[in-house]
């Protein structure tokens, strides 16, 4: 089992930054995709970040050049470095991840998640 736990989220207004973190324990594979998805309230959970086996990064359009996903395999810790927050990037964050090199905007691919975290941003 592998378990995930994030931290860092809170309150910022509009144009500030955050950074979430997510680190993992228990019988963690590698290499293997991590990424992280949020849920806005009222909205469905959608992809926001992904990071494959060989640390290759892919954000959804509307996050683009103000999210930055990384990873230290070292420590099993994944971040999320977010610049430039909008009203509409509030929501629950979560760390995902799932045992395949390859990674997936499908939400039901991922096996692990951890138990979210509220990022809110106010205008």
């Known amino acids: 089992q592998v378990q995930l736990v994030e931290s860092g989220g809170g309150s910022v207004q509009s144009g500030g930054s955050l950074r979430l973190s997510c680190a993992a324990s228990?019988?963690?594979?590698?290499?293997?995709?991590m990424a992280w998805f949020r849920q806005a309230p009222g909205k469905e959970r959608e992809g926001v970040a992904r990071?494959?086996?060989?640390?290759?990064?892919a954000y959804v359009d509307s996050v683009k050049d103000r999210f930055t996903i990384s990873r230290d395999n070292a420590e099993k810790t994944m971040y999320l470095r977010m610049n430039r927050l909008k009203p509409e990037d509030t929501g629950m964050y979560y760390c995902?991840?799932?045992?395949?090199?390859?990674?997936?905007?499908?939400?039901?691919?991922?096996?692990?998640w951890g138990q979210g975290i509220e990022v809110t941003v106010s205008s």
């Open positions: 990071i494959n086996g060989a640390g290759l990064p």
């Open positions: 228990g019988d963690v594979p590698r290499p293997y995709c």
């Open positions: 995902a991840a799932r045992s395949e090199f390859i990674c997936s905007w499908n939400s039901a691919t991922f096996s692990y």
